[in-house]
């Protein structure tokens, strides 16, 4: 899980009422469900944030889709607040009352922030960026795309740079993006040098918080100390976060 210095911003504006069938349709008292949508200022979709509702005792974390919709289930009624955040979007926190009586999901409007650490990025030759820069240099097996080449492809998804890997297969995932398997088996994914253990590619980060990302579809120019003994048909996935 990439940890992220945030500007938490408290504010009910933007959180508009807009009638929807699914929505918090139990009687009072009763567990609910919460459903709504996450769009910038332009009400596009905004795919991949990451929203908490914290209810009492309670905290339940979710994650917007492809068309940003997001839904949590089982919420008692009272007050409750959601945090949403993603990379390159200001994070907001918002205070409502779950309850039968709302009858409207939830609409929430994030405001972009400048992107002005492009260049930094991807010219860095230290920090995280350098075992990257390092790898890429010395490897003849691995594949490499840096934060610009994957900007350049336009990805919704993380999985869909592995379209053309050699060994490499994709699969539908429930809810969005896609399960990926390389030689027939699941490539053991390393985040900023920690093994995401049990993961699915999509679930591990989105494409545009990715510096760098390393493919090696087979045992053949793995770093050491990233390679996996016990399944070595399956490859790695090594992928250094922007985020500090």
């Known amino acids: 899980m990439i940890l992220f210095h945030r500007l938490t911003l408290v504010t009910a504006v933007g959180l508009l009422a807009v009638p929807s069938s699914a929505t918090l349709n139990a009687q009072s008292g009763s567990p609910v469900k919460l459903t709504g949508v996450v769009v910038d ?4 979709p905004i795919a991949a944030a990451e929203l908490t509702l914290h209810r009492g005792n309670q905290s339940m974390r979710a994650r917007s ?5 997001f839904e949590f ?34 609409e929430i409007d994030l405001v972009p922030v400048p ?26 097996f691995g594949k490499f795309f840096d934060q610009n080449e994957i900007r350049s492809k336009s990805p919704r ?20 993006g896609s399960k990926v398997e390389l030689r027939g088996c699941r490539p053991k994914i390393w ?4 093994w995401a253990q049990d ?13 760098g990302i390393e493919i090696y579809p ?27």
């Open 157 to 176: 998804f993380v999985s869909e740079l592995f379209r053309g890997i050699p060994g490499a297969r994709l699969f539908p995932a429930p809810g969005s």
């Open 115 to 140: 992107a002005d650490i492009d260049a930094v990025v991807v010219e860095a030759t230290g920090g995280r960026l350098q075992e990257f820069n390092d790898h890429r240099k010395q490897s003849k």
């Open 41 to 44: 200022q332009n009400k596009n």
């Open 73 to 106: 289930s089982r919420i008692l009624p009272g007050p409750a607040s959601i945090e949403v955040h993603r990379l390159g979007f200001r994070e907001r926190t918002l205070e409502i009352e779950v309850g039968s009586a709302v009858t409207g999901a939830l």
């Open 191 to 194: 985040l900023d040098g920690v």
């Open 218 to 244: 087979s045992w053949a120019g793995i770093p050491a100390q990233y390679m996996d003994r016990e399944n070595r048909a399956c490859g790695a996935v090594l992928i250094w976060s922007r985020q500090s």
């Open 199 to 211: 993961a699915e590619i999509d679930d591990v980060i989105a494409p545009s918080e990715i510096a």
């Open 65 to 69: 889709n492809d068309a940003g919709k």
